[in-house]
């Protein structure tokens, strides 16, 4: 019998349930029975995600909950008697999902959504030009010049790294990538919107620009890309100070993909040059642990802590600029693309920070 079964069996009497999770007679189940079944399996992981062993008083990982959920699904209705888990059409792969979503939000480990500030992208800018004085080769001063570019429209667009890089699970770069054909650098004259020209070889030049123009990609509230949000990054009304803007025109131009292949190459794409004969993979978007391996190395020169840092932190940095310049929450849920209030679980509040509010208590006038 393996662990993940005894530790059912303790549950299951624990709470007075019948071990058995369905019968032959039972099958096909119907949907209010597949539902009845996931909570049964969903509340067990609860139940493990609250215990603690040891000293220091640990809670289970989340891959041993989902082990344990497996034994479970595969040997314990056999051993009651009753059938296979694993044999009910239709309920392992939606499980499977609910078991994820659980492990990363179980109430024993809260996730706690550390941003990536501006003052970091600084620090991280700092470091990508020591690696260009530095005997760094022309692939890893790509690299190093992609992630800033990369960084710098997360930051400004308050992006996830799912709608940067390919992960394993489905996501919005996975399904609809930035594309070079969709990038419009614009200027306004009157009320009336222009488009700089790309020239054939990829080029462009940017001197009348004064934002640039991207379609938002389907995302997290809205898979269907029906409300057709854009991401407009303005040029930097700060001499000297790098955005979005600047970075990607400096990167279009130095990397330049010929205009006819705009279509088939990723803003954040995975090769420095692109030709006629190249794959279709060297044009698409890099992965998830390319990025994440660019972006520690960076760190690790700039002297930035990384360690807490995920797939949200640009985006929760991001939103927090905006709450510290005094956005207001229509603003905010605006250019964050939210629907809902979800937007403050990622407030962050420094204390210090408030302090500038504690002398003006006193000062109040009737």
């Not at 979005?244 to 794409?269: G, Q, S």
Request: proline content about 3%; some cysteine; overall charge positive.
């Amino acid at each position: 019998m393996g662990t993940g079964v005894r530790w059912w069996i303790r549950f299951c009497v624990k709470i007075g349930m019948d071990p058995i999770l369905y019968t032959t007679d039972q099958l096909p189940l119907t949907f209010e029975d597949k539902r009845a079944v996931e909570g049964k399996l969903l509340l067990f992981m609860m139940w493990m995600g609250r215990y603690r062993y040891g000293k220091e008083k640990k809670c289970l990982a989340g891959s041993t909950l989902r082990s344990y959920a497996n034994h479970v699904q595969m040997w314990a209705q056999v051993l009651t008697k009753g059938v296979p888990y694993a044999e009910a059409v239709g309920m392992k792969g939606r499980l499977k999902l609910l078991q994820r979503a659980f492990s990363r939000e179980r109430p024993s480990r809260l996730r706690e959504k550390l941003p990536f500030t501006g003052l970091m992208f600084q620090k991280l800018q700092r470091a990508v030009r020591e690696w260009n004085r530095g005997s760094r080769s022309a692939r890893e001063m790509f690299a190093a010049r992609r992630l800033e570019m990369m960084v710098a429209a997360a930051l400004e667009g308050l992006l996830r790294t799912s709608e940067l890089a390919v992960g394993s699970a489905e996501s919005a770069a996975n399904k609809c990538p930035f594309k070079l054909a969709q990038m419009k650098w614009c200027y306004m004259i009157g009320a009336e919107e222009h488009v700089c020209e790309w020239q054939e070889n990829g080029t462009i030049n940017t001197a009348k620009a004064q934002y640039l123009r991207m379609p938002m990609c389907p995302h997290k509230a809205d898979q269907e890309g029906e409300r057709g949000d854009e991401l407009l990054f303005p040029r930097s009304e700060v001499a000297g100070l790098s955005g979005t803007f600047e970075i990607t025109a400096d990167f279009v131009n130095e990397y330049p993909v010929p205009r006819r292949l705009h279509d088939k190459a990723a803003w954040f794409r995975k090769e420095e040059v692109i030709t006629e004969t190249s794959s279709a993979a060297a044009a698409g978007l890099i992965s998830h642990s390319q990025f994440w391996s660019c972006f520690k190395a960076l760190c690790k020169t700039a002297g930035i802590q990384h360690k807490g840092l995920g797939k949200h932190c640009f985006r929760v940095g991001g939103m927090n600029a905006l709450q510290e310049a005094n956005a207001s929450v229509c603003e905010i849920m605006a250019l964050g693309r939210w629907r809902s209030d979800a937007w403050k679980a990622y407030a962050k509040r420094n204390r210090r920070g408030l302090m500038k509010w504690t002398g003006t208590v006193l000062r109040q006038r009737s």
